[in-house]
């Protein structure tokens, strides 16, 4: 099985953890020279901030609706990270380090324990010892952890944070569940190919033939289809 650890809002969430007062705050972090934003609290996704917004247009909302604009710092980023990975380091004989923010553990070995449970305490330990917050997915493949994480970010209340892919009627709901342009892998260009094709939900795409699939797109194409598969 893999998990796939993902810290929520990770800048927004970093400045948070040294300016508690910012808790339930909007808030949006700019890139280098303060030109788009790159990281936003839920709150301010709610307001309609969008990913990528030119900072000098949003300006009038910002002020508006009392969001909290910072500047990026990486050395701090940087700093927050290392804390959150070396954590889960502990937790998994094996760890890949995808990006600042996000990491794969393979939990070889781990049959006998409630896989669950044991992703808790990995999100109560991260929690305690960092205050970043973060999302579990956990799957047979990297690509299904990716999924699972998905669903975790998307209803945090149902899931606590947590969601497991364990069983095939799980796989299957969440491949229905899924839009295709949102599959780790897939891309734009790849997107729009399959919606052509009607191919709408990560399923339908499971559901191509092998030979279209490695005509289309490659091997690697048809290695994200059996990773879903």
């Known amino acids: 099985m893999f998990a796939l650890v993902d810290c929520n809002n990770f800048y927004a969430s970093c400045e948070r953890v040294f300016n508690p007062s910012l808790k339930n705050k909007p808030i949006v972090v700019l890139s280098n020279n303060d030109g788009c ?45 290392n804390r959150v990975m070396s954590i889960l380091s502990t937790y998994a004989p094996s760890i890949e380090i995808y990006s600042i923010d996000e990491a794969f553990l393979k939990l070889d070995g781990f049959n006998f324990f409630n896989i669950k449970t044991y992703a808790e305490k990995i999100n109560y330990e991260v929690s305690k010892n960092t205050g970043i917050p973060i999302s579990i997915g956990i799957a047979p493949t990297k690509a299904l952890a990716k999924v699972a994480n998905r669903i975790a970010k998307k ?67 048809l290695r994200l289809k059996r990773d879903l598969e």
């Open 37 to 81: 934003v790159i990281s936003r609290s839920n709150e301010a996704k709610a307001i309609g901030v969008p990913m990528g917004a030119p900072a000098f247009k949003f300006k009038q909302l910002f002020k508006q609706n009392n969001i909290y604009v910072f500047s990026s710092n990486y050395a701090l980023y940087g700093d927050m990270s």
């Open 155 to 221: 209803f945090p209340k149902e899931t606590a944070g947590i969601h497991v892919i364990d069983s095939e009627e799980k796989r299957i709901k969440a491949l229905k569940w899924i839009d295709i342009g949102d599959v780790w892998g897939i891309g734009n260009r790849y997107a729009k190919k399959l919606l052509a094709k009607k191919v709408r939900k990560a399923y339908d795409f499971t559901r191509l033939p092998n030979e279209w699939v490695k005509k289309d797109m490659a091997i690697v194409g």
